[in-house]
């Protein structure tokens, strides 16, 4: 285990925008005492204890065991399902049906197209067509063996390029095209004139899988007053909530939802509480009593939902001196079986529509056409992932960049100069970036940092043999801060207590992050007291303010802001009895760690606490609440022209690797990430974002994949659905630059996201230079490298 403070080297912050934040704050202190800090996390101990209790640990007394039959097949009608035997299997409380759901019998979290328990007709192998409530696990699993269920086998839909045949099967009723999307920016011919060179190629990436470490766990428990609990790991509470008061029937206000502790979401959590919570619910409504629904690790698998496969076709034009002229480009979006987080929620949320926002890259194209099919398929559903449909366009555009400037006879690093966003440059939606555009600082820190001039010029092979060479690639990346809906907003509610200590209500929640840390830090600023000093109350639907989802690397920009807002409402309160107490005006005073002294006569002083006190024992308000929405989002549906989001965050990645010539094998050997964050409200926290996002990207580009045969899933367990090991990841330096954000606390904005875009085509990129061998349909495992390099004429002679 390595220690807390080594390597703490390989981390630097650099400063260099100036901004006007007048927007959200009146004054920013010259010194911030706590944000900026890297605090010890607020879960440490109890994680490294082991004394956190996770969902699985909860007590499982009084419960029943809720257990789902699901479809071994990827499309077919049911005739009949019989039921009589599990029922009569001593031990069993319920065996239900789609007609014993009580209210809608469709769930999903922007469409309800997603049975609960399907009625008619399945549409992937893992479609629900019987749940089972029993009194143990074991019997639970016994009565789905004697459920009998008759299918009529349809032809399966397994390509999205098939599903948009005219004569290929209907998934659904409406059809397979589930949403066809396009941008379009000056006039493509006339690019296409004033190129010199045009380049066409194709990319693919596979399905998925999330891999977090806690398979799914829900509890629904019947209250005696006739609502509902429904407690689990989750990262959107509010849309679970939404859902389950639906297929139950009642009204919103019955439901409670209750996050517990998460090990690992990655995106995924935000569907999956959905679906295993609106079973468990009916479950539970059914029989009156609390019922707990667990995964096992292969029906996580099976059942949840993954990251989308595309085919991706890219055309793309430029001048010899590598100027960029004209970009076309072509998604086959597979969604699979239902729609989940796919399709658009105006004017620029869902992935879909982020995946073709995203897929021209972060640099000036004048002329622009991306057209964007997301195809129904018998497939598991493509859901949320760490990204939202950005790595995969990223994974071809920096392909395709780095194909350009081999063709060209240019650096790679030269090309992305060239034509890199910088602050004042309009992307392919037309949105003047006016605003915290650090792209080519990035990557210039990373070149100094990785010394990429020296390394470049050092590859090829590097034993006598001549079995392994050395090769070194780059990877550039944008990703949005927000999701780009009209309804995208975070509420916070902050209680300050008479000693002073504070209570900080939030839906945001905590997979790992760091967000219940870096939210009581901003909490801790503003009202002037220590970190240790917050209390973040983890997610209730019945306690806390509605907050969306903790996706889209959202959490610290939009929870932040509201959080100011309503610790600012308290602060107020508490300053004023000050200036009472003190006899000064109000506007001296400043609350810093503990302390409120007179900015004029510093020994002018009192604790926090007494303040507190005194405003409590005088009916001062001491509760605040704070509502913050981003500037508002805007895409033409016809054009893609428009603001989709109001700020980005920015990246550029630099890995070497070493590549067996003769197997195929590949080993990461060295890598620098640097990131334009606009300020790292704890660095040790975005530090850690890094690494993680590195090691997950290295995965996508080497490793994982979801394998599929006819509809089915092969690599149900973590025995053989590969993931990176501390083994795989190399040494990783990461550079933390801050061009302040003038929308975000004390100029913040996305990291969550961000770190493992850029890091898969780094990758690939590096494998090409090592060996010669492109590898465009993922991953770039052994096998297919030892092919691309036969396939560009055998291993280099030199």
């Known amino acids: 285990m390595r220690n807390q403070d080594e390597g703490r080297k390989d981390v630097r912050i650099l400063t260099k925008e100036k901004f006007d934040f007048q927007q959200l704050l009146q004054t920013v202190p010259a010194e911030l005492a706590v944000v900026g800090q890297s605090v010890q996390r607020t879960d440490a101990r109890l994680k490294v204890t082991g004394k956190l209790k996770y969902g699985a640990?909860?007590?499982?007394?009084?419960?029943?065991?809720?257990?789902?039959?699901?479809?071994?097949?990827?499309?077919?009608?049911?005739?009949?399902?019989?039921?009589?035997?599990?029922?009569?299997?001593?031990?069993?409380?319920?065996?239900?049906?789609?007609?014993?759901?009580?209210?809608?019998?469709?769930?999903?979290?922007?469409?309800?197209?997603?049975?609960?328990?399907?009625?008619?007709?399945?549409?992937?192998?893992?479609?629900?067509?019987?749940?089972?409530?029993?009194?143990?696990?074991?019997?639970?699993?016994?009565?789905?063996?004697?459920?009998?269920?008759?299918?009529?086998?349809?032809?399966?839909?397994?390509?999205?390029?098939?599903?948009?045949?005219?004569?290929?099967?209907?998934?659904?009723?409406?059809?397979?095209?589930?949403?066809?999307?396009?941008?379009?920016?000056?006039?493509?011919?006339?690019?296409?004139?004033?190129?010199?060179?045009?380049?066409?190629?194709?990319?693919?990436?596979?399905?998925?899988?999330?891999?977090?470490?806690?398979?799914?766990v829900t509890m629904a428990v019947p209250q005696v007053d006739g609502t509902m609990l429904v407690e689990g790991p989750m990262q959107a509470p509010f849309t679970t909530r939404r859902n389950l008061a639906a297929v139950l029937g009642?009204?919103?206000?019955?439901?409670?939802?209750?996050?517990?502790?998460?090990g690992g979401g990655f995106g995924g959590k935000e569907d999956s509480p959905i679906d295993i919570g609106c079973r468990a619910a009916v479950l539970a409504r059914h029989t009156g009593r609390p019922v707990r629904l667990a995964l096992e690790r292969e029906e996580v698998t099976i059942q949840t939902c993954k990251r989308h496969p595309m085919v991706m076709t890219i055309k793309l034009g430029a001048r010899r001196d590598g100027t960029l002229t004209a970009f076309a480009g072509v998604i086959y979006d597979e969604q699979g079986a239902y729609a989940s987080l796919g399709p658009v929620i105006p004017p620029a949320g869902g992935s879909h529509i982020h995946s073709m926002i995203m897929m021209p890259g972060p640099y000036e194209i004048p002329h622009v056409s991306v057209d964007a099919y997301l195809c129904y398929t018998n497939h598991p559903y493509g859901g949320a992932m760490r990204g939202f449909g950005a790595p995969q366009v990223?994974?071809?555009?920096?392909?395709?960049?780095?194909?350009?400037?081999?063709?060209?006879?240019?650096?790679?690093?030269?090309?992305?100069?060239?034509?890199?966003?910088?602050?004042?440059?309009?992307?392919?939606?037309?949105?003047?970036?006016?605003?915290?555009?650090?792209?080519?600082?990035?990557?210039?820190?990373?070149?100094?940092?990785?010394?990429?001039?020296?390394?470049?010029?050092?590859?090829g092979y590097i034993d006598a043999e001549k079995t392994k060479r050395r090769g070194v690639g780059v990877g550039m990346g944008w990703y949005r801060t927000s999701i780009g809906t009209a309804g995208d907003g975070c509420g916070a509610n902050v209680y300050v207590h008479e000693d002073g200590s504070a209570l900080l209500f939030t839906g945001i929640t905590e997979m790992g992050q760091g967000s219940y840390t870096v939210l009581p830090q901003i909490c801790a600023e503003e009202l002037g007291i220590g970190v240790d000093q917050v209390r973040l109350v983890q997610p209730d639907t019945h306690i806390v303010p509605e907050s969306g989802p903790t996706v889209g690397s959202r959490s610290t920009t939009l929870m932040g802001n509201a959080i100011i807002q309503a610790a600012r409402q308290v602060k107020e309160a508490i300053l004023e009895t000050a200036a009472e107490m003190l006899l000064v005006p109000a506007g001296r005073l400043e609350a810093r760690e503990g302390r409120i002294c007179d900015r004029e006569h510093p020994e002018r002083v009192l604790l926090f606490r007494e303040a507190a006190a005194r405003a409590m024992s005088r009916g001062k308000r001491l509760i605040g609440q704070g509502w913050w929405t981003p500037p508002p989002a805007t895409l033409d549906p016809e054009t893609g022209q428009g603001n989709p989001y109001f700020v980005y965050t920015y990246?550029?990645?630099?890995?070497?690797?070493?590549?067996?010539?003769?197997?195929?094998?590949?080993?990461?050997?060295?890598?620098?990430?640097?990131?334009?964050?606009?300020?790292?409200?704890?660095?040790?926290?975005?530090?850690?974002?890094?690494?993680?996002?590195?090691?997950?990207?290295?995965?996508y580009a080497l490793m994982e994949e979801l394998v599929l045969k006819d509809g089915v899933p092969q690599n149900l367990s973590l025995?053989?659905?590969?993931?990176?090991?501390?083994?795989?990841?190399?040494?990783?330096?990461?550079?933390?630059?801050?061009?302040?954000?003038?929308?975000?606390?004390?100029?913040?904005?996305?990291?969550?996201?961000?770190?493992?875009?850029?890091?898969?085509?780094?990758?690939?990129?590096?494998?090409?230079?090592?060996?010669?061998g492109r590898v465009r349909s993922l991953p770039a495992d052994p096998e297919k490298v030892f092919w691309a390099i036969r396939e560009a004429g055998g291993p280099p002679d030199k």
């Open 57 to 216: 640990d909860y007590g499982q007394e009084g419960f029943l065991h809720g257990k789902i039959l699901r479809s071994p097949h990827p499309h077919a009608l049911i005739r009949a399902i019989r039921t009589g035997k599990a029922q009569a299997l001593p031990g069993v409380a319920a065996v239900l049906t789609a007609r014993d759901v009580p209210g809608r019998n469709g769930f999903g979290a922007i469409i309800p197209d997603q049975p609960v328990i399907c009625n008619e007709k399945v549409r992937y192998v893992g479609d629900a067509v019987a749940l089972v409530a029993a009194e143990t696990e074991k019997i639970a699993q016994q009565a789905l063996e004697l459920i009998e269920v008759e299918y009529e086998i349809l032809p399966a839909v397994l390509d999205p390029r098939e599903a948009l045949k005219e004569d290929a099967p209907k998934i659904h009723e409406k059809g397979n095209l589930l949403s066809f999307n396009k941008l379009r920016k000056g006039d493509l011919e006339q690019g296409w004139k004033e190129a010199e060179v045009i380049l066409e190629r194709t990319y693919q990436v596979p399905f998925l899988e999330h891999a977090y470490i806690e398979p799914d």
């Open 250 to 262: 009642m009204p919103i206000s019955q439901v409670r939802v209750r996050q517990v502790p998460m």
């Open 394 to 459: 990223h994974i071809a555009h920096e392909q395709i960049m780095d194909e350009l400037a081999l063709e060209l006879g240019l650096d790679p690093l030269e090309i992305r100069r060239k034509n890199g966003f910088k602050l004042g440059s309009a992307t392919a939606t037309g949105q003047i970036l006016d605003q915290s555009v650090g792209l080519q600082e990035t990557l210039e820190a990373c070149a100094r940092e990785f010394d990429w001039e020296k390394r470049s010029r050092e590859t």
């Open 651 to 699: 990246s550029t990645h630099m890995a070497e690797v070493v590549v067996d010539v003769e197997t195929g094998e590949v080993e990461v050997t060295g890598y620098v990430a640097a990131f334009d964050v606009g300020k790292a409200i704890n660095p040790r926290a975005v530090e850690g974002q890094i690494e993680g996002g590195v090691a997950m990207g290295l995965g």
């Open 719 to 772: 025995q053989n659905y590969l993931i990176p090991t501390i083994l795989d990841v190399p040494p990783i330096k990461s550079i933390i630059l801050e061009m302040p954000n003038a929308h975000g606390p004390y100029g913040a904005k996305g990291i969550g996201e961000m770190p493992n875009i850029p890091a898969t085509p780094a990758i690939l990129n590096a494998i090409a230079n090592a060996c010669g």
